[in-house]
């Protein structure tokens, strides 16, 4: 079948929000992203599958990322008038009794309920009924939303993911997927388009920030074969937003791309993806699939004379292929290197011809933003930052994984609330934002509220979306040096400043982390990256120095501590610091005499222990198994 209409879609979408909302059977939603599959899903996927072959009251199925990584896998279970119940650590062992228990609606299973569901319709959803609605809850089952992980949440991006089945076109379809690109071609020009994301304010969300609708209207003025370019090389540590995105709602970046090819007047899109990103790719490759048996991705689309065409492009793992030349150098089979952008991309880039570029994120807020209006979207978030932004949640913080909160939320609110804090009572001492070039932000500004100009102003960055919680236990000094160490690795090497100027700074943050700092370090450090970052090339040289700079700026005693006193608070640089035991603290509980690898821990039971120097080789165990804060760092 060709989709030719909007009726078309109608009719496709009315016959599988039954499937959705609306089950005859147990729907067994199970999330199978990359972190639940890590988990477990995919045995507890099979399992399922296998020993319920044949049974016609239970369907097993498989959906995205649904969030909450470090409680997968996490299982949702659906039924017509009932309430949804998500599961959560239901691995093999436990997905059929899982099932059991919300087939019986006893709810035996109280640990493993992680609670009910709210409305699952979509921000696109309008027009369809709640089915939920009229629906009594279940006494006595906490509501899911009530978490404080997911209290604060607002999904746009992230709308279908934990959802739908991502290999359905017809779930996404029944969700209103392809409806604003039928609307993108029937019922607005390519003006009309362009000016709503302008008052939509969406900024890219790659990093830059750069203003979406101001791109597209810069590259749809210029002449030459334009490119529309998906830039999915998602390569910060600590970040997988757009990787959820793809393997959870490949579709919804799809017809992100199809309307700004409407947009800018492009009959061609590249999606340039990470070969790390095996799932991501296979769920891509089936999307276009679908889309092209449905008329959605092909020539003469929706009975028009616009055609369009994917290809898809993997990444070699090159961090600096993010940067937007350099991407594009890498799509023409060249090294991916970065030039000067004295000519933008939006003008010549890709082939020589008007390229729009933007990441996944960007292109999957785009079709919410046409049916429901720039207004609509515009009207989240603060006055330089519209909109939604998600993020990667995780270090030290109690709960771990995928948010997708409004612009303007504070740090606070999002480590505090949303992480639910540092575990173990330790004190919190930074969050870092932006990845390996975002800055690493102390507890003083915790109240900030996350927008783009707000984060300049304390020397971090936006970025993709990580986000990275650090307690007592880190080091502030070693920090800087791992991204150093990373970005170093990850330079091209074609210019100057970057190439030697970071292998110089991390020389020096090596020496200091050994015990060999030097007075005139830390001044040598600020010139250093004061140059790079005014002089490199591109992007990633410009902001190489953030996480040496902004730990010197707010940790400047730890890297005094480090040179002159020859300590490391935090202990980790091991020639900075020793364990001791607290004999006044000290149980004599003997955990630590137990868990040591090298029998370094001496003492009789109920008696203060005491750590052999010599033998010590550092490891922390002892530190990091005393329930009793007996073990202190010296």
Request: glycine share 12%; aromatic share 8%; with cysteine.
């Amino acid at each position: 079948m060709r989709i030719q209409s909007e009726k078309d879609l109608t009719q496709i979408a009315q016959d599988y929000q039954q499937k959705l909302y609306r089950p005859k059977k147990i729907r067994v939603n199970v999330g199978m992203a990359s972190c639940g599959i890590a988990a477990g899903a995919q045995d507890a996927f099979n399992t399922a599958r296998q020993a319920l072959e044949g049974d016609d009251t239970v369907e097993i199925c498989q959906t995205g990322c649904i969030g909450f990584c470090q409680e997968e896998p996490l299982v949702e279970m659906v039924a017509d008038g009932r309430p949804r119940v998500m599961y959560r650590k239901i691995t093999p062992d436990r997905i059929l009794d899982a099932i059991e228990d919300f087939r019986s609606g006893k709810f035996e299973k109280k640990k493993w309920i992680f609670g009910q569901m709210p409305d699952p319709r979509s921000v696109v959803d309008e027009g369809v009924e709640n089915p939920l609605a009229g629906v009594a809850p279940q006494e006595k089952m906490a509501a899911f939303d009530a978490n404080p992980f997911y209290a604060k949440q607002v999904k746009i991006a992230l709308r279908n993911c934990g959802y739908i089945d991502p290999d359905s076109i017809e779930e996404y379809i029944a969700r209103g997927g392809y409806r604003a690109f039928f609307k993108a071609l029937h019922d607005y020009n390519p003006a009309d388009i362009i000016n709503e994301v302008k008052a939509s304010g969406l900024r890219g969300r790659g990093g830059g920030g750069f203003p979406t609708g101001i791109k597209w209207a810069t590259c749809a003025k210029h002449d030459g074969e334009r490119s529309i370019i998906c830039n999915a090389d998602e390569g910060d540590p600590g970040a997988y937003m757009d990787r959820s995105i793809l393997e959870g709602d490949p579709h919804s970046v799809l017809e992100g791309m199809l309307i700004a090819g409407v947009a800018i007047g492009s009959s061609h899109g590249y999606l340039y993806v990470r070969n790390e990103y095996p799932l991501a790719v296979k769920r891509l490759v089936t999307a276009i699939k679908q889309a092209e048996a449905y008329g959605l991705v092909g020539d003469n689309i929706g009975g028009t004379d616009f055609s369009f065409h994917f290809k898809i492009s993997r990444g070699a793992g090159a961090f600096v292929c993010g940067e937007s030349t350099a991407l594009m150098a890498s799509l023409e089979g060249k090294v991916g290197r970065p030039r000067a952008k004295y000519v933008h991309t939006v003008e010549k880039g890709f082939r020589e011809g008007p390229s729009n570029l933007n990441n996944v994120e960007t292109y999957a807020n785009i079709a919410p933003i046409l049916l429901k209006g720039g207004k609509w979207y515009a009207a989240m978030g603060t006055e330089h930052s519209k909109g939604t932004k998600v993020f990667s949640l995780c270090g030290k913080i109690n709960n771990t994984g995928l948010v997708e909160v409004p612009m303007g939320v504070s740090l606070r609110e999002i480590v505090s609330d949303v992480g639910g804090g540092v575990p173990k009572n330790k004190a919190f001492k930074a969050v870092q934002t932006g990845g390996p070039s975002g800055g690493c932000i102390p507890e003083r500004f915790l109240d900030l509220p996350v927008d783009y100009q707000r984060l300049a102003e304390v020397g971090s960055i936006m970025g993709s979306g990580g986000m990275i919680v650090m307690d007592q236990d880190t080091c502030m000094v070693d920090v800087a040096r791992y991204f150093l160490d990373f970005l170093k690795e990850e330079s091209c090497g074609q210019c100057n400043p970057c190439r030697e100027g970071i292998k110089q700074m991390l020389a020096i943050l090596t020496r200091i982390c050994a015990g060999d700092g030097r007075e005139g370090d830390i001044e040598l450090l600020e010139e250093l990256g004061s140059m790079v970052q005014k002089f490199s090339l591109c992007g990633l040289g410009t902001a190489a120095p953030n996480p040496v700079l902004t730990t010197i700026l707010y940790f400047r005693k730890e890297y005094e501590e480090h040179i002159s006193e020859k300590k490391c608070r935090a202990g980790v640089c091991k020639n900075l610091f020793h364990y001791e035991i607290d004999a006044e603290k000290c149980t004599g509980c003997q955990v630590c005499f137990r868990k040591c690898p090298q029998d370094a821990v001496s003492g009789e039971k109920k008696k203060p222990h005491l750590i052999d120097q010599e033998a010590c080789i550092k490891c922390g165990i002892c530190y990091d198994n005393c329930k009793f804060d007996a073990i202190a760092i010296r």
